[in-house]
């Protein structure tokens, strides 16, 4: 349901853009980070520690409440649940205003480091490969730390609450390592307006 949501709004808004860039572009809007990011900013993790009052320990309740995972399953089920209620149609437009901030962001930002530093590397016939050099946490709040290593040097490292986030960072290092300029964002490139 999110998806269709967001792929339609994506496609009457933006008709000139490819296939391929809307996808790229729906795929981080619908990520669990930005479900998270949108369930922080819609409360429902305090939602989640006033409701869970008496049933959890405070501290366990209060991790819980900001933990990125716990919120984006919130936000998913909450949708859902409106879905089942109230049908596709009456909810599509709040679901894309819920959701708008984190389009312009993949609108107007570079979200994909990794693809780039690949088909720079292969336009040279050079490759990367990620390690894992330290995840530190409890399972349910880690931290990694990976480098984006190119014919074995280190050309960037980078920190994040998952290995994609970390190894996102990385390749964003090892691009300007290499003095690779990033892509224009998206609407830059395709040359649209952001409100459609």
């Known amino acids: 349901m999110l998806e269709l949501a967001i792929a339609r709004a994506l496609y009457e808004g933006h008709p000139a853009f490819s296939e391929g860039r809307l996808a790229k572009i729906r795929s981080h809007v619908v990520s669990r980070h930005s479900c998270a990011v949108v369930a ?3 409360g429902l ?4 520690f006033q409701t869970g009052r008496g049933v959890l320990a405070r501290d366990e309740l209060e991790r819980l ?3 990125r995972n716990v ?3 919130l936000l998913e089920a909450a949708l859902g649940a409106l879905f089942l209620a109230h049908g596709f149609e009456k909810i599509e437009t709040a679901v894309v205003g819920a959701f708008s901030g984190r389009m312009e962001y993949a609108l107007t930002s570079f979200v994909d480091h990794k693809t780039e530093l690949q088909e720079a590397l292969a336009r040279k016939a050079r490759s990367v490969r990620y390690e894992v050099l330290e995840a530190e946490g409890p399972p349910h709040d880690r931290r990694f730390t990976c480098a984006a290593v190119v014919d074995g040097e280190e050309l960037g490292r980078g920190t994040g609450q ?3 986030a970390a190894e996102q960072e990385a390749a964003r290092q090892a691009l300007a390592a ?4 990033p892509r224009p964002a998206a609407a830059e490139v395709e040359g649209a307006s952001l409100t459609g």
């Open 45 to 48: 993790g305090e939602r989640l």
């Open 71 to 73: 919120l984006a399953d």
């Open 162 to 164: 998952t290995k994609k």
């Open 65 to 67: 409440s900001r933990n």
């Open 178 to 181: 290499l003095g690779v300029e």
């Open 40 to 42: 922080r900013e819609l």
